[in-house]
């Protein structure tokens, strides 16, 4: 399979608890990103990176949320302190540069704080 | 000025009928107006994609008709079939940034 890969699929934490999602994206994309999908509604743009810089956060995006791209490959998402507010979908999406409106997503990883 | 409104949130229709779900939106500068498809538990997989200078493009029976004067776009499914039940999010692009409508649950009764 070569799309997006998300892992896990589901998590389900307590609240105060630090989680971390993987994202692997297509192998030749430079561009990650990162969106947030709640339930009935479209997905929210978080963050994105392109190779291992990240070049922009969203405002919806709090302190407890960082992302990083070690060498331009996987990225990681890390939530810290987890509050109940933060379940949700949480999307990693690639694309090429040269295409970079062709944004191609991952199944997802379903964060459940209880 | 980044909202994108979508419509309606649901629609039925009779297998072999045509759906049609519209978009508008208000920043001029966005530059590429994607639809995704969407199945329970999967992530949005592109559909079909439209640029500003183009106003319809059609792919087999999905079709994206465009009206920049308007700021608003729609896509047309034709001879919907039971497997296109799925939810479909319009989305508009800058600088590869999406921002997406809310969605409509698309029902094709057999």
């Known amino acids: 399979d070569t799309g997006v890969s998300q892992n896990p699929r589901h998590k389900i934490t307590k609240r105060g608890q630090n989680v971390t999602f993987r994202c692997d994206p297509i192998?030749?994309?430079?561009?990650l990103y990162w969106y947030r999908q709640t339930l009935g509604q479209g997905p929210e743009f978080l963050t994105y990176?392109?190779?291992?810089?990240?070049?922009?956060k969203s405002r919806l995006l709090s302190d407890r949320f960082s992302a990083e791209r070690p060498k331009g490959s996987f990225s990681t998402l890390e939530i810290q302190r987890t509050e109940q507010g933060d379940s949700a979908m949480y999307l990693c999406a690639s694309s090429f540069e040269g295409q970079g409106r062709k944004l191609f997503f991952g199944s997802g990883t379903q964060l459940s704080v209880l | 000025q980044q909202q994108v409104k979508q419509s309606p949130q649901s629609l039925i229709v009779q297998k072999g009928g045509i759906s049609i779900i519209n978009c508008a939106y208000e920043?001029?500068?966005?530059?590429?107006f994607p639809w995704y498809q969407q199945f329970p538990g999967k992530g949005p997989a592109l559909l079909i994609a439209?640029?500003?200078?183009?106003s319809e493009k059609k792919e087999g029976r999905f079709t994206i008709s465009f009206n920049k004067s308007a700021k608003q776009f729609s896509l047309h499914i034709m001879d919907s079939q039971p497997g296109d039940s799925a939810t479909y999010f319009c989305a508009a692009s800058l600088y590869g940034k999406l921002t997406f409508g809310q969605g409509t649950i698309l029902t094709v009764h057999p």
């Open positions: 439209i640029r500003p200078d183009v």
């Open positions: 192998s030749e994309h430079n561009r």
């Open positions: 920043n001029t500068a966005f530059d590429y």
């Open positions: 990176f392109q190779n291992e810089a990240q070049l922009e």
